[in-house]
Structures are given as structure tokens and as C-alpha cells.
């Protein structure tokens, strides 16, 4: 059973720092890209980040240079670093694993920016 469990989330005055993780089971992790989305109230969900099985992340305009996509395949984890945040930036991050049958999602994690 593929699953994701998102953790790290919480409350941080703008300009300070979160790391968010996701810990995946039941597929084999290093073969997959990942991604992490959020959504924010009453707007769609975006895409933040994805980083690839062996490629270079790719990020959003929005959270470039502040946010850092990662993973580690012996961990079976992604990281969502995020530095500089600014009250834009609060949502709840979903983490996703971009599998060939579709894309499959963790539960998410509220996190707000309070300025």
C-alpha cells in the first residue's frame, strides 16, 4: 500500500524557517519523482517543487531561492526546506509521489506565516 507521511509543519513569524518531510512506503522510492504542492485558502493547489530520480529539483517562481526540494533514497524521505518565509507562503504542503498509475498524496501539513 503506497502511503505518505508528512510531518514538520507548524507556526513561524515571517523570515524564519521550516523543514517539512515526507516519509513514503510501498513503492520503490529511489524510482520516482516527488513533488510537494500546497494550497492555501480558497485558492488551487500549486506546485511548489518536484525533484526527479536523479535530476536536478525544479521549483515554482514564487519560492525560488528561499525553498529547497530534497530527497533521500535510503531514507525513503523528501524534504521541503523553507527559509525566508513570508505570510504568502501559508498553506497546507501536501507531499506527492508522481507515480506511473497517477499521482498519490499525503495527508498534508498546515503551515502559517504570521507577519
Known amino acids: 500500500q503506497v502511503q505518505l507521511v508528512e510531518s514538520g509543519g507548524g507556526l513561524v513569524q515571517a523570515g524564519g524557517s521550516l523543514r517539512l518531510f515526507c516519509a513514503a512506503s510501498?513503492?520503490?522510492?529511489?524510482?520516482?519523482?516527488m513533488a510537494w504542492y500546497r494550497q492555501a485558502t480558497g485558492k488551487g493547489r500549486e506546485l511548489v517543487g518536484s525533484i526527479g530520480r536523479a535530476s536536478s529539483p525544479v521549483y515554482v517562481d514564487s519560492v525560488k531561492g528561499r525553498f529547497t526540494v530534497s530527497r533521500d533514497n535510503a531514507k525513503n524521505t523528501v524534504y521541503l526546506q523553507m527559509d525566508s518565509l513570508k505570510p504568502d507562503d501559508t498553506a497546507v504542503y501536501y507531499c506527492?509521489?508522481?507515480?506511473?498509475?497517477?499521482?498519490?498524496w499525503g495527508q498534508g501539513t498546515q503551515d502559517t506565516v504570521s507577519s
Open positions: 506527492a509521489a508522481l507515480l506511473g498509475a497517477g499521482t498519490t
Open positions: 510501498g513503492f520503490i522510492f529511489s524510482t520516482v519523482g
